[in-house]
């Protein structure tokens, strides 16, 4: 089994609190974000935000001196993921608004590259890698380990619990009768990126919920 060397961060917010007499609550708030006297400035352990990876490599104790490996996305910073997606959805957003304008409808292509754009976003949201088939080192994500199939958690409620299942049965009597629509296979398989859960899964599935949520699924 290979060793990595893995360097980790997290921001520590530090905060003070400082009186600053001005006209407008405005002026005073500029007031403050412009001070830089950060002497009486306490750190806020109970709000550490999240860790993120900032670099690999190859090898024991080898930062900086062994071969350096691309971090898998989801193990970047959030908000700096977040914030390098915002200038592609801006751009997108205005050329779709263009066509808008011009009364005709937007080419496919670009209309592709909005939905690639969704499916990141959606896996930033989710902390995960984004529906792109091939990783950011060319190797297919079938065989990245955890890449291929990632678990996530969702806090739910009873009734959005329920709508989960309803949706579930659904799509498995959709599957059933081979009339799932395109553009529901999609999402079905994220664009492709595995083939998703046939009825059988998805079967295994609703119990997991039922168990987990106390619910008696009659289907």
Not at 9 to 24: D, E, G, I
Not at 144 to 163: I, K, M, N, W
Not at 185 to 195: E, K, Q, S, V, Y
Request: negative net charge.
């Amino acid at each position: 089994m290979p060793d990595y060397t893995i360097e980790t961060m997290y921001h520590l917010p530090v905060y003070r609190r400082r009186t600053y007499r001005a006209a407008t609550v405005a002026q005073a708030c500029r007031l403050a974000v412009e001070d830089e006297e950060w002497a009486a400035g306490s750190l806020d352990h109970d709000s550490a935000e999240e860790t993120f990876v900032i670099g690999i490599w190859d090898g024991a104790d080898a930062a900086w001196s062994g071969s350096a490996l691309p971090v898998p996305a989801q193990f970047e910073e959030t908000v700096q993921r977040k914030a390098g997606h915002f200038e592609t959805l801006l751009g997108l957003l205005k050329m779709m608004l263009a066509d808008l304008r011009a009364g005709r409808a937007s080419s496919e292509e670009w209309v592709e590259r909005a939905k690639q754009a969704v499916g990141l976003g959606e896996a930033i949201l989710a902390g995960a890698r984004g529906p792109d088939p091939q990783g950011r080192d060319g190797d297919p994500r079938p065989d990245r380990g955890e890449d291929a199939q990632e678990h996530l958690s969702l806090a739910a409620t009873a009734p959005e619990r329920d709508a989960v299942l309803t949706g579930l049965r659904l799509l498995q009597r959709a599957i059933e009768t081979d009339s799932l629509a395109p553009l529901l296979r999609d999402i079905l398989t994220n664009g492709g990126a595995h083939p998703g859960l046939d009825p059988d899964a998805i079967d295994t599935l609703c119990e997991r919920l039922n168990i987990q949520g106390g619910h008696q699924d009659r289907h």
